[in-house]
């Protein structure tokens, strides 16, 4: 295993995944690469990414809704993974449904390559310093406040959701489908660790509060 972690490249072209594997390989990067989303199964059986760098147009599904299952399967509190979407699909309402569906970050084709590894190498950084403080003693009763958990647009829809909007009202106004606001709060309670079980819509109240 890389010290300086491993990136995940979900990319069904194959001179990009080659380019960009041998980008990142050059810096000292763990690369696991798949075409599709079955390969990218077998490969994070292999190892844990840090980053997962995900087109969204892929043979055999999506890659918004691949990127709740790579978190439900690899992601905790003490190791996070950053995602990245690298896609074709440069619309706003695109972009938007990118960063709702919880990426960190989201790239259009064409791209420039130096712009590109900047960006995994940063979210490379930023992981290993957020495990290195969550192994850290806390103080107790010390939280992170919600704005630091969340996306910008994940911010609004949870302060919707908390004032009671239902998903139709809440994607009216935040300019998505009704499903996408759906995948959006499940990867919202899956953030701050809000269950199935839970009042969710109290909780979000009370963490909006601080």
């Excluded at 009763?141 to 630091?148: C, D």
């Amino acid at each position: 295993m890389s010290d300086k972690g491993i990136v995940l490249l979900v990319e069904d072209n194959q001179n990009i995944l080659d380019i960009n594997r041998r980008l990142l390989e050059k810096e000292g990067v763990m690369v696991l690469t798949a075409t599709t989303i079955e390969q990218a199964r077998q490969r994070i059986k292999l190892a844990r990414p840090d980053v997962a760098v995900l087109d969204i147009m892929l043979p055999d599904g999506s890659g918004l809704d691949f990127l709740s299952e790579l978190r439900s399967l690899c992601e905790t509190p003490s190791n996070p993974v950053c995602a990245l979407f690298l896609t074709a699909k440069a619309e706003r309402a695109d972009i938007l449904a990118g960063l709702c569906a919880g990426s960190n970050d989201y790239i259009t084709k064409p791209y420039d390559i130096d712009e590109f590894r900047m960006r995994v190498l940063g979210f490379l950084r930023l992981t290993v310093t957020q495990r290195k403080e969550d192994t850290q003693p806390k103080q107790h009763g010390q939280e992170k406040p919600i704005s630091s958990l969340l996306t910008e647009k994940e911010l609004a829809v949870a302060m919707l959701a908390a004032r009671g909007f239902a998903n139709k009202e809440i994607a009216d106004n935040v300019f998505l489908s009704e499903s996408r606001v759906k995948t959006c709060l499940s990867g919202i309670y899956r953030k701050l660790g809000i269950s199935d079980k839970e009042n969710k819509r109290d909780i979000l109240i009370k963490m909006l509060k601080k």
